[in-house]
């Protein structure tokens, strides 16, 4: 099962006893109902004793466990202590950079909190994703002794979250009130839609996984938005400034938290009139339709430049509507003959040889020619070996026409779909490139 | 989507399309009901009689428009241009015997606009219907849209057709 591959994986690559103590009780708690409070309970039950401020930790550790339960995937990569944990990332959202910038970002934040020894981002990160590494707790050995290392719950956390007890101290500490609550609702709105996604919480050691790109985004913008609410003034500003320039590297929607109307942060060397904004804003927002355009239009990857884009653009949207145009076409050949075939269909005999249908395929790619004659060959072509499948489904049906007929489309797509389209749609290909 | 759910989050007030565009048109039960419509519009096209392959055409458009449900901007001028349309024949058909040269030359003749990404935005807004007007950032998106809508279309109609070419072909 999953838990034991899991289990063993991490009694293998750990040498930590403190994660083997508490992994059973993660895992007992798992199987109840509600994970998060008896995760949370299983955690607080631990030896609390030598950690001074329990109070504090018992809500950060509740946090914690909450994020920290959802953040299960299934693959449990073995950890360095402290290296810089590639090994964990093997999705694509989850690059040591995303997490390389948001530490040195909350770096950045917590300049005035000193007490921060390894990683004074820890606990900002700690809120929002929560996926505790293993091996860290093997690393935790070097942390002062105060740390204690069953505080920290299972979930496994990304990077060198050795700090985490202190930290999260302070962090709570200085974050007592709304921005916290705002932050912990937010991160629980999060938290709450990851729940569905790993639903097994018996995994404690997660990498970062899908959660934390949507989670990052979101709580980035949260964080930036609790922190615009609190009084803290223009040092936050420029911090999240610094944060954001550096994790709008990411994601250029940052500098735009959502709130009523949009707005923009100038980054560091910018123009902060309002023009430039204004300008900046509409720059970006063209900039990110065509990266969507991009992607829509095939062959535009290597293109850069608004102009090429566009020219291809066009191109694509001309071949598009001259295909329907042909298209349509066909169709109008195609249908007189269904009307005048109605009653002949029915009596006829269905199952004909497939070979008739070859010579009756040339009839319609004739009569459409014109301008449009290099395609309908090419287009035959393709088209007569997929026939045979509409012949199988469009036979049996083709008596039923109109009451069958959509359920004949709706089986026939099923089959039809990949074949045919797939032959079509290279031809259009041709086309454009030409 | 984190893109399209952060921009939702951004622009509430703002109808978004973006979320939509390209997983709505690219979901075969989409497919299957614009087939299913467009069979249905064939159907009551063919009956009057043959109406020339843009009676398909328009046919094809109208129930794509359809499916859009009014949403994007070219949908609803693709719904309402039918109206328009007749209209301006009839008052086309007047005025051209009427004033042959000077009103086409007064509409062809704008000031020159030297940037090729002006011009050739133009182009596109006359490419997607009723976008002549619209700024390049509603543009675009109308294009994002509009291209998805497109490639279903073509989608469709390549498989009713193969769907008919066999029907007809095989008891023949």
């Known amino acids: 099962?999953?838990?034991?591959?899991?289990?063993?994986?991490?009694?293998?690559?750990?040498?930590?006893?403190?994660?083997?103590?508490?992994?059973?009780?993660?895992?007992?708690?798992?199987?109840?109902?509600?994970?998060?409070?008896?995760?949370?309970?299983?955690?607080?039950?631990?030896?609390?004793?030598?950690?001074?401020?329990?109070?504090?930790?018992?809500?950060?550790?509740?946090?914690?466990?909450?994020?920290?339960?959802?953040?299960?995937?299934?693959?449990?990569?073995?950890?360095?202590?402290?290296s810089a944990n590639t090994s964990c990332y093997s999705t694509p959202l989850n690059s040591p950079p995303n997490l390389n910038l948001m530490r040195e970002s909350g770096s950045n934040q917590f300049l005035s909190l000193p007490t921060f020894s390894p990683d004074p981002a820890f606990p900002e990160r700690a809120a929002r994703f929560s996926c505790f590494a293993n091996t860290n707790f093997g690393g935790l050995s070097e942390i002062p002794p105060k740390l204690d290392p069953t505080k920290i719950p299972p979930p496994s956390v990304q990077e060198n979250w050795?700090?985490?007890?202190?930290?999260?101290?302070?962090?709570?500490?200085?974050?007592?009130?709304?921005?916290?609550?705002?932050?912990?609702?937010?991160?629980?709105?999060?938290?709450?839609?990851?729940?569905?996604?790993?639903?097994?919480?018996?995994?404690?050691?997660?990498?970062?996984?899908?959660?934390?790109?949507?989670?990052?985004?979101?709580?980035?913008?949260?964080?930036?938005?609790?922190?615009?609410?609190?009084?803290?003034?223009?040092?936050?500003?420029?911090?999240?400034?610094?944060?954001?320039?550096?994790?709008?590297?990411?994601?250029?929607?940052?500098?735009?938290?959502?709130?009523?109307?949009?707005?923009?942060?100038?980054?560091?060397?910018?123009?902060?009139?309002?023009?430039?904004?204004?300008?900046?804003?509409?720059?970006?927002?063209?900039?990110?339709?065509?990266?969507?355009?991009?992607?829509?239009?095939?062959?535009?990857?290597?293109?850069?430049?608004?102009?090429?884009?566009?020219?291809?653009?066009?191109?694509?949207?001309q071949s598009l509507q001259r295909q329907v145009e042909f298209l349509s076409m066909k169709l109008t050949t195609v249908n007189p003959r269904m009307d005048f075939n109605m009653e002949a269909l029915m009596s006829k005999d269905m199952f004909q040889s497939r070979g008739s249908m070859y010579p009756s395929d040339g009839y319609p790619f004739q009569s459409p020619c014109g301008n449009e004659a290099p395609f309908p060959p090419s287009h035959g072509r393709n088209q007569r070996p997929q026939m045979e499948n509409f012949a199988d489904a469009a036979s049996q049906v083709s008596s039923f026409w109109e009451d069958d007929l959509h359920s004949i489309v709706q089986m026939g797509f099923g089959q039809g779909q990949m074949q045919n389209f797939q032959g079509i749609l290279p031809t259009s290909q041709m086309k454009v490139e030409l | 989507m984190a893109e399209s759910s952060n921009s939702d989050a951004n622009s509430r007030k703002r109808r978004k399309i973006d979320p939509d565009s390209q997983t709505r048109w690219r979901s075969e039960a989409e497919q299957r009901i614009y087939s299913s419509k467009l069979m249905d519009a064939l159907h009551h096209v063919r009956r009057p009689g043959s109406g020339g392959h843009d009676a398909v055409r328009d046919a094809a458009d109208r129930v794509l428009a359809a499916s859009a449900r009014g949403r994007t901007r070219w949908?609803?001028?693709?719904?309402?241009?039918?109206?328009?349309?007749?209209?301006?024949?009839?008052?086309?058909?007047?005025?051209?015997?009427?004033?042959?040269?000077?009103?086409?030359?007064?509409?062809?003749?704008?000031?020159?606009?030297?940037?090729?990404?002006?011009?050739?935005?133009?182009?596109?807004?006359?490419?997607?219907?009723?976008?002549?007007?619209?700024?390049?950032?509603?543009?675009?998106?109308?294009?994002?849209?509009?291209?998805?809508?497109?490639?279903?279309?073509?989608?469709?109609?390549?498989?009713?057709?193969?769907?008919?070419?066999?029907?007809?072909?095989?008891?023949?």
């Not at chain 1, 023009?275 to 535009?300: F, N, T, Y």
């Open chain 1, 162 to 317: 050795e700090s985490i007890p202190a930290p999260e101290k302070n962090f709570m500490a200085s974050r007592s009130s709304t921005p916290d609550n705002a932050a912990d609702s937010r991160e629980n709105s999060t938290v709450s839609e990851q729940i569905p996604i790993p639903e097994n919480g018996a995994n404690p050691r997660k990498r970062k996984s899908a959660p934390k790109g949507k989670g990052k985004d979101t709580a980035v913008a949260n964080v930036s938005a609790s922190e615009n609410s609190e009084s803290s003034g223009k040092r936050s500003k420029s911090e999240e400034e610094k944060a954001n320039q550096k994790a709008s590297k990411d994601n250029s929607k940052l500098p735009e938290p959502p709130k009523d109307y949009i707005h923009v942060r100038a980054r560091r060397g910018q123009a902060t009139d309002a023009h430039s904004l204004a300008e900046r804003v509409r720059r970006e927002k063209i900039s990110e339709r065509m990266k969507v355009l991009q992607d829509l239009v095939p062959g535009c990857n290597k293109v850069t430049g608004k102009a090429v884009m566009l020219d291809e653009i066009i191109n694509y949207v």
């Open chain 1, 1 to 82: 099962m999953e838990k034991e591959g899991n289990a063993s994986n991490l009694f293998s690559s750990s040498s930590d006893l403190n994660c083997r103590l508490f992994r059973p009780n993660w895992e007992n708690s798992v199987d109840q109902n509600d994970p998060f409070e008896s995760a949370l309970s299983s955690m607080v039950s631990s030896p609390t004793a030598s950690h001074n401020n329990n109070g504090d930790n018992i809500v950060l550790r509740e946090l914690i466990g909450r994020l920290g339960s959802i953040c299960n995937s299934g693959e449990i990569s073995p950890f360095n202590n402290n």
């Open chain 2, 75 to 172: 949908s609803r001028a693709i719904l309402t241009n039918r109206l328009s349309l007749r209209l301006a024949q009839i008052n086309r058909k007047h005025k051209k015997a009427a004033k042959p040269s000077a009103g086409k030359s007064c509409s062809r003749k704008p000031a020159k606009k030297l940037p090729p990404v002006e011009s050739k935005v133009k182009v596109l807004s006359r490419l997607v219907p009723g976008c002549r007007k619209v700024s390049l950032p509603n543009l675009l998106e109308e294009t994002t849209d509009y291209i998805a809508a497109l490639e279903m279309q073509v989608k469709a109609m390549t498989f009713l057709t193969g769907l008919l070419n066999a029907g007809a072909a095989a008891p023949a």
